[in-house]
């Protein structure tokens, strides 16, 4: 995270922490909704597949485990919208709420992450069953390329996250004077 600067702080207006101005359960509606959604067409998905085909893949495990991460995310997220300031202003955050603020963005970020992730690696493995039977080649190495590209970037994201939290929590320890 940046530092802000001094001539940015002097132009915020005056904190009201008592009774900010805040974004309402609109963030609350939104996830209520798309998370019934979600739930419901994984539902059908896993009766179609279940109970139609009589058959699973992989394709499916990775699905449930994209839905349960997101699930996961949108818990912490609604937990920081109400309990740590993340539906008001900056300048109407007090100062004791800023670190457990950050480490709820430090899971979220974890979160979004395996949730976006397993989504993709679902729609690979459904394309692996898809071509199962053909004879395309080229097609099953794109796959490849594609399923070792994401989970490169399941492991750059999460050390990204990571090693960024740890960067910025040992600038922000006081120095005891011998850095040097």
Same mark, same amino acid.
């Given at each position: ?9 002097r ?26 959604l ?14 139609v ?6 394709d ?8 349960v ?34 480490? $709820?963005? #430090? !899971?979220?970020?974890?979160? %979004? &992450?395996?949730?976006?992730? @397993?989504? =993709? ?5 459904l394309?692996?069953r ?24 399941? $492991?750059? #994201? !999460?050390?990204?996250?990571? %090693? &960024?939290?740890?960067?910025? @929590?040992? =600038? ?9």
């Open positions: 995270m940046r530092d802000i600067p001094l001539s940015v702080y132009d915020w207006p005056t904190p009201d922490y008592q009774s900010p101005p805040t974004r309402g359960n609109a963030l609350l509606i939104v996830n209520i909704i798309f998370l019934a979600v739930t419901l067409s994984i539902v059908i998905r896993l009766w179609s597949r279940f109970k085909k009589y058959q699973s893949g992989m499916d495990v990775m699905i449930i485990l994209a839905y991460f997101t699930i996961g995310m949108t818990a912490v997220v609604l937990l920081a919208n109400r309990n740590y300031g993340w539906n008001r202003h900056l300048w109407d955050v007090p100062v004791h709420m800023i670190e457990e603020a950050n480490r $709820i963005a #430090f !899971v979220a970020k974890i979160m %979004f &992450t395996f949730a976006s992730s @397993f989504t =993709r690696l679902s729609l690979i493995f394309y692996y898809l071509i199962r039977d053909t004879n395309l080649r080229w097609y099953s190495w794109a796959l490849h390329c594609s399923l070792a590209f994401n989970i490169m970037i399941i $492991i750059s #994201f !999460v050390l990204l996250v990571v %090693f &960024t939290c740890m960067y910025v @929590f040992a =600038r922000s320890k006081p120095s005891n004077g011998n850095d040097h």
